[in-house]
């Protein structure tokens, strides 16, 4: 009873504060190394969204920013959003992760300190944590939970629980000597020896990724080793590749899972994510002045690196060219030297050079051309008014 009460008593101090946004949960002192590997909840109460990339964090009296690494900016009412000391760190020890992660930088203090946060320089929440609440260097964490603070079981992302870390007895008892692991028949008088095995390598690949299908997506293995480490990835759709960084083209649309594996001499690390490849639904346009890519896709695409291409002429869009859902972006032809001229087509192909759309004028007819219909593309171009010359022009570079 003793013990219940105390914590009671201590958890009066930390500022309960009623703001909208409020701080929820603290990993001040992780197991082993700090370094890197600290992280905040915050929690949005509140019944309108709020961007949490215009709060501060303040700790020690410096101000902090929040830079959002995956997700989104804005917490609607009854979100969660966890601010890292280094985000990709954190993604390395949570590799299930997939809620609202912002990166920052701060150092808690293991001896306790009082964090706040702040809008437009006004405070909006603050704690004093205290390190005889708990969660020092035992895996658990301080989380607010039925109006007071308690050391529990880590919760990044959801709802806090009331599950405290149980540590195991160090106690002997009569029944259990007989258990003693010294305890053996061999002949020798030395202590038996029980060497586990530690597993000092861990490695982590970021966030979940979409991109386009034949379109390059790359990857970095993150490892907080420096060793002489490996990588082996297993890509999800049959390929594998070896190395630190690489790239790779997805050739169909779907939902792939990415496993990586890193090892060196002495350990083995595992994780994964998800790529989500897109087939995109994109129609080509003009005005007079230039060429217009719409995107009529219900998610936003990154046509990056795609090219355009007229005769021998071709211009390649700059990387992370992004189209929002069911928007375009034009492109004037005096960038590229361009025409619209009768019988003069323009082809957009992915950055693999497959063609993905064709289109050419004939008789002020705007004919848009695709390469899955072969057979409807040739009678195009045979029933249009262009020259003997100029159809087969199109067609060769259709070919």
């Known amino acids: 009873?003793?013990?219940?009460?105390?914590?009671?008593?201590?958890?009066?101090?930390?500022?309960?504060?009623?703001?909208?946004?409020?701080?929820?949960?603290?990993?001040?002192?992780?197991?082993?190394?700090?370094?890197?590997?600290?992280?905040i909840e915050v929690y949005n109460g509140g019944e309108v969204s709020v961007d949490l990339s215009e709060y501060f964090l303040i700790e020690s009296g410096k101000s902090h920013g929040l830079n959002i690494f995956s997700g989104v900016n804005t917490l609607s009412s009854g979100d969660f959003a966890i601010i890292a000391s280094d985000a990709e760190s954190f993604m390395i020890d949570h590799p299930e992760f997939s809620g609202n992660l912002f990166d920052s930088v701060f150092s808690l203090n293991n001896t306790g300190e009082t964090i706040e946060l702040s809008l437009s320089g006004e405070i909006i929440d603050s704690v004093n944590y205290n390190p005889e609440i708990g969660g020092k260097g035992d895996g658990s964490t301080l989380q607010f939970y039925d109006g007071v603070w308690i050391a529990s079981e880590m919760t990044p992302g959801v709802e806090n629980k009331n599950t405290p870390i149980i540590e195991e007895s160090n106690e002997e008892t009569e029944d259990s000597v007989s258990d003693n692991k010294n305890i053996s028949s061999h002949n020798d008088q030395v202590e038996l020896?029980?060497?586990?095995?530690?597993?000092?390598?861990?490695?982590?690949?970021?966030?979940?990724?979409?991109?386009?299908?034949?379109?390059?997506?790359?990857?970095?293995?993150?490892?907080?080793?420096?060793?002489?480490?490996?990588?082996?990835?297993?890509?999800?759709?049959?390929?594998?590749?070896?190395?630190k960084e690489i790239e790779h083209y997805y050739k169909y649309p779907g939902n792939y899972t990415l496993i990586l594996q890193g090892y060196n001499k002495n350990n083995k690390a595992v994780t994964r994510t998800k790529i989500k490849v897109i087939n995109p639904e994109i129609e080509l346009d003009y005005i007079e002045s230039g060429?217009?890519?719409?995107?009529?896709?219900?998610?936003?695409?990154?046509?990056?690196e795609f090219t355009v291409e007229q005769d021998n002429n071709e211009f390649k869009l700059s990387e992370n060219t992004i189209i929002d859902p069911d928007a375009s972006i034009g492109i004037p032809f005096e960038i590229f030297n361009f025409d619209v001229k009768k019988c003069k087509n323009i082809s957009l192909y992915y950055p693999n050079h497959k063609l993905l759309k064709s289109f050419f004028i004939s008789d002020n007819e705007y004919n848009e051309i695709t390469p899955e219909n072969v057979t409807e593309n040739v009678l195009k171009i045979l029933k249009s008014q262009c020259s003997i010359d100029e159809k087969l022009s199109i067609m060769e570079e259709l070919s």
Do not use: C, H
């Open 193 to 243: 020896s029980f060497e586990e095995e530690k597993n000092e390598l861990s490695v982590g690949v970021g966030r979940e990724r979409s991109v386009i299908l034949n379109s390059p997506i790359k990857f970095k293995a993150i490892s907080n080793s420096n060793s002489r480490n490996k990588f082996f990835w297993s890509l999800g759709d049959g390929s594998s590749k070896e190395g």
């Open 1 to 39: 009873m003793k013990k219940y009460t105390t914590i009671f008593i201590l958890f009066l101090f930390p500022m309960i504060s009623f703001a909208q946004v409020r701080l929820n949960e603290f990993m001040y002192d992780v197991p082993g190394t700090d370094s890197k590997r600290e992280w």
């Open 291 to 304: 060429l217009i890519i719409k995107n009529k896709s219900n998610s936003e695409i990154n046509v990056g």
